[in-house]
């Protein structure tokens, strides 16, 4: 019996996904050896490198002037690469929760950063809105959706430097006009694949202008250069984004997923704002429809409510740490079924309550 | 049929650890979820994160001034850390082949370098010695095995400073004194895993006496600090490790595996030396057990050896696309048999063409 998982990530994965990587694991495609075993260099990865690819081109609609990069270390990477590659004297960010703190701290290491705007006075509860852009920065760096204070951005600002953005909670959930973006990464293991393995999207001209010494790994440019070969590279865990990535064309691409991740939210947050047990905490226009924080209006019952949970087969429904409470991670891959089940438990506890 | 896979990694992987990651995929350990669908932070990875931690100290009988970490990146970004984290002023680096090479130009890219000696005069077919280690170096860089040019370090030298070891292709092959070394590195691919997992053994009081600003997560006392879980770690990869050292394990430790893995180089290093069609291009006293690179007399003959070597369900026994020629690596994993059927071959062959 499958759980019905709304872990924040690493998260859910399409059984279809799971189902050929296992067929992958002892004998990859009848060639007497498996996935793991096969060097990088040889022809059957470099089928899947290759259809990994395309799938993310094919998907998200990426334009000739950007290029698809494997590389490794997550987002937590992302922000020092970022500077490294980008920032020469100044770089605007918005201050949007946990994860761009992180990648602002990284990014006063080296150079000079101005915030924008941040939403830290309500504890992140809404994505910052009506600040101005200066033109005199590198580029601006965006979070489009914090994962730990569930907030989404819904419309990205029309930017006059470079924008960069971090997707790696809501990548592959919606249409994204890649063109706008000179950077996009995103850890996989969320919307993608498993942990282990970064997409990063790149504008091919910008790649490698940083006029500064970086450490080969480091830079941008030799992964463009190398076609995400320089070093040898997570081999499974391509193989896995691309078969999630084949699921996920065959429920009508992001167009499709949009849908059905909307329609998964709007189960849940009606129930969240119906039912006098629970409250979101994030601001109702900035609600993610990928990470719903939510609180019981007596936290005193959080235990009883998590036992219910437990018993119905849902686990990953904690806070994250640094915040607390509740947390429903609706993922791609979760079934409609799993939001079901949640609210269904959330309606039966407040039946026994009141 | 399994393929005798003499790749020199990603490179095979013991049939026991991938019948365990298969059963792993889909419902790990009877909780519901597939291995890549746990959170880095469940009960369930941590035991998995401890347990593969405990196997690397007890195999390599790390002291207690030592921690175990696993990261990402491979090798090639430990190129880049080493010299981040520990070249204050200067350091001492063995030109030793492919790998080295990289290393020091990444090295010269942060500090000053002194290279003690190099075996480039004869394409690196030996291992440097002889050599006088300055005092006034942060630290000496070492590879244990040139993967690509088929040698080995047999004795390290007595160092009066820090010695830093890439052990990516000879780790876990055999005993090792890692109180001798600050640093010891290995992409895992070759002897301990599947690509995409890094492992590094420090010692605990130098990480982090760089005193420079580092991006945090290039900075060994992050990692150190935080378990190995400041990032999201490639959790399929690290379980896949935990089996097979755990396979290693049965196999006698790094003490009973040095023994087989002795009786396979003996066994095709005596067919190289005793048969007139092939010859080995390393230096005799430094031949690796891991990488033996060869040969044929008459290299027209090349292309019909190898396609003798695909009859038998041979792979993998390409030389480096950079030296050419032949390359059998022999990693732990590779069964005794696999090594008798390419003595098979190259005995048939020479056999056909006399």
């Known amino acids: 019996m499958r759980k019905h998982n709304f872990g924040a990530g690493p998260g859910i994965l399409p059984e279809s996904a799971l189902h050929k990587t296992r067929e992958a694991i002892i004998d990859f ?25 395309s799938l993310v081109k094919e998907l998200l609609k990426v334009p ?30 918005l201050d949007q929760g946990a994860w761009s703190s992180k990648a602002i701290k990284e990014a006063k290491n080296i150079g000079e950063v101005v915030v924008l705007a941040s939403s830290k006075d309500k504890n992140y509860c809404y994505q910052p809105k009506g600040y101005s852009i200066p033109q005199d920065v590198d580029y601006l760096h965006i979070c489009s959706n914090e994962t730990i204070h569930g907030t989404q951005v819904k419309i990205f600002p029309s930017s006059p430097v470079p924008v960069i953005c971090d997707m790696s909670s809501d990548i592959f959930s919606r249409p994204v006009d890649v063109s706008k973006f000179d950077v996009i990464y ?18 091919k001209d910008k790649a490698g202008t940083h006029g500064k010494k970086l450490p080969a790994i480091f830079d941008y440019k030799t992964h463009l250069d190398n076609n ?4 040898t590279p997570p081999v499974v865990s391509i193989l896995v984004c691309m078969y999630t990535l084949e699921w996920l064309k065959e429920q009508g691409g992001v167009e499709g997923i949009e ?45 009883e409510f998590l ?8 686990v990953g429904i904690k806070g994250h740490r640094s915040v607390g409470g509740f947390r429903a991670s609706m993922y791609n891959a979760l079934p409609f079924e799993s939001v079901k089940m949640l609210v269904e438990v959330m309606k039966e506890f407040a039946k026994v309550k009141s």
Not at 29 to 53: P, Q, Y
Not at 273 to 295: H, I, Q, V
Not at 307 to 314: G, Q, R
């Open 64 to 93: 000739d002037t950007h290029e698809v990069l494997f590389l490794q270390g997550g987002a937590s990477q992302q922000f020092a690469m970022i500077p490294m590659n980008f920032l020469k004297t100044k770089a605007a960010y």
């Open 228 to 231: 995400s070969l320089y070093n």
């Open 259 to 303: 849908k059905i991740n909307k329609q998964k939210a709007d189960w849940f947050y009606g129930e969240v704002d119906s039912n006098p047990m629970f409250y979101g905490t994030a601001d109702k226009e900035d609600r993610s429809p990928m990470n719903a924080c939510f609180l019981l209006s007596d936290s005193s019952q959080d235990e």
């Open 29 to 53: 495609n009848g060639i007497g050896m498996g996935v793991m075993e096969i060097s990088h260099r040889s022809k059957e990865f470099e089928a899947v490198l290759d259809r990994t690819k």
């Open 186 to 203: 995103a850890g996989a293991q969320k919307n993608m694949g498993p942990s282990g393995v970064t997409l990063v999207i790149i504008r």
């Open 307 to 314: 036992h219910a949970t437990k018993k119905a087969n849902i």
